[in-house]
């Protein structure tokens, strides 16, 4: 075959095809590919956790200045008032959660409640929870609110509580 040259006889790969096309057949390219795949996955797995930890570290710093919030608030009389959450993609009107709180955004689409938790009030919709109401689970706090979304929605948190608190 013109412009196909074959190294070392017949049997040969042609130039040009590497290790990853034999990896399938054993011997060393299997074994290489099978550590580098290995090595990859531990790589990978390590990369998550430590991730995780900084998430979980950051959750926690935030549940500290939600707590210290939810106190300074109290102290000051600052009075708790029902949350209502918005259903997802709109569709006007508020749904009733049952909970109670302070919201840290002039829209209303998160709160601290009064256990301290911190909430995205968004819900899924219909007449059915306009009627009886929707539960919404706390979520995880952030120090920055709205982190990765639109430029002017992250806000750091304690500055959304100081501006809640009257301080800022």
Do not use: C, K, N
Not at 39 to 58: S, T
Not at 83 to 98: C, F, I
Not at 108 to 127: C, I, K, Q
């Amino acid at each position: 075959a013109m412009g196909r040259r074959e190294r070392g006889g017949a049997g040969r790969r042609p130039w040009g095809i590497g290790a990853h096309a034999v990896a399938g057949e054993g011997g060393y390219a299997a074994a290489m590919s099978e550590g580098w795949a290995e090595q990859r996955r531990r790589a990978i797995e390590a990369h998550a956790a430590a991730r995780q930890a900084v998430r979980d570290g950051e959750a926690a710093r935030a549940r500290e200045l939600l707590a210290g919030f939810v106190r300074e608030a109290r102290e000051r009389g600052l009075e708790a008032e029902a949350l209502t959450a918005v259903a997802y993609g709109g569709g006007g009107g508020r749904l009733r959660t049952g909970l109670r709180g302070w919201y840290l955004r002039v829209d209303r689409s998160v709160a601290v409640g009064t256990d301290g938790e911190f909430y995205a009030l968004s819900a899924p919709g219909g007449l059915l929870a306009r009627l009886t109401g929707v539960t919404v689970a706390p979520s995880e706090p952030r120090l920055i609110v709205g982190e990765g979304g639109r430029d002017g929605d992250s806000v750091p948190l304690a500055e959304l509580l100081r501006r809640r608190l009257g301080d800022a």
